[in-house]
């Protein structure tokens, strides 16, 4: 079973895959997941295994299953997770532009020490045909395997003109001292070091190589929601107020409830209170008729008990 095939099923079977292999993940919108490995533009993950790995970071979890709980989500509300997939992807591309201004301030000044500026021209134009040529190769390889040979053969036909221009300028070369020549150029999309001289098939390996479409992939994901992160910033901002809003009257309807409750649980209290008051004073008051009642008995007796003594 392919990678690939792999990962789909795990898309598919969410967290019951890794359960039935006896790990516990935490839910998609956990903040230990990698939000853009959930949008597939993670440049950690379209790097790995290349020199600019090293410089990408992401200590966040990259589980297939989770893309899949996250695609169901997204199909029922708008997460805006490619907001911090922009961010991630900008600074990326300062990383990766900041190692190519480096790298060309090195090769140039190796080049201004032993070139002069009509070899430094040729030397560019060189490069410039080799990216043009490394490049094409890979469009070509790509329509063949679509099956789109028109387009595939027009191309082979610029491919040839790239290569007569090369070669004239490859002939031009010769005849400078070959410790004059500037060999190397940076590549302006992925930073990689190239030799002008490199066949066509090192520039094919290069330019369909994994870092370079990685990078590729990168630029082209940042550019597309640039065109839009303005509007989607506003959304999110609009989005997470409303939320804010919700949990405010939630709270406040919970609050009022608590009163509510109070409010009915004091009402109960007061009325048992004045229950037993009136019980209490109602028993008084008997208490008190009885001792009176009593008092009257007493006094009546003790008036019989005189009266009946002064008759005998």
Do not use: W
């Amino acid at each position: 079973m392919t990678d690939v095939m792999r990962e789909m099923i795990a898309q598919l079977m969410g967290q019951q895959r890794a359960e039935e292999e006896g790990r516990k993940l935490p839910p998609f919108d956990h903040h230990s997941v990698c939000r853009s490995y959930l949008q597939g533009c993670c440049p950690k993950e379209l790097l790995s295994d290349t020199r600019l790995e090293s410089m990408m970071s992401c200590r966040k979890m990259h589980e297939p299953a989770h893309k899949g709980e996250y695609n169901k989500a997204q199909e029922k509300g708008d997460l805006f997770y490619d907001v911090e997939a922009y961010e991630e992807l900008d600074d990326a591309i300062h990383i990766v532009d900041h190692e190519i201004r480096r790298l060309q301030d090195k090769v140039k000044r190796d080049a201004e020490q032993n070139l002069d500026i009509n070899e430094q021209q040729r030397t560019q134009k060189i490069f410039e045909l080799n990216e043009q040529i490394g490049t094409a190769l890979v469009q070509i390889e790509a329509l063949g395997n679509e099956g789109r040979i028109n387009e595939s053969v027009e191309l082979i036909r610029k491919v040839d003109e790239f290569k007569k221009r090369k070669r004239e300028l490859d002939n031009e070369m010769k005849s400078v001292n070959p410790a004059m020549v500037q060999r190397l150029r940076v590549c302006e999309t992925c930073s990689a070091q190239l030799n002008i001289m490199d066949h066509e098939t090192r520039l094919q390996d290069h330019y369909g190589g994994k870092m370079h479409l990685g990078m590729v992939e990168i630029r082209e994901r940042f550019a597309e929601m640039k065109k839009t992160i303005d509007e989607r910033r506003a959304l999110k901002k609009l989005a997470e107020e409303k939320e804010r809003s919700e949990r405010r009257n939630q709270r406040g309807r919970s609050r009022s409830r608590d009163r509510k409750v109070r409010s009915r649980s004091r009402e109960k209290k007061s009325h048992r209170s004045r229950s037993r008051s009136k019980s209490r004073s109602h028993k008084e008051r008997r208490r008190s008729r009885d001792r009176k009642s009593s008092r009257r008995d007493s006094s009546r007796d003790r008036f019989f008990k005189i009266f009946l003594f002064n008759i005998y």
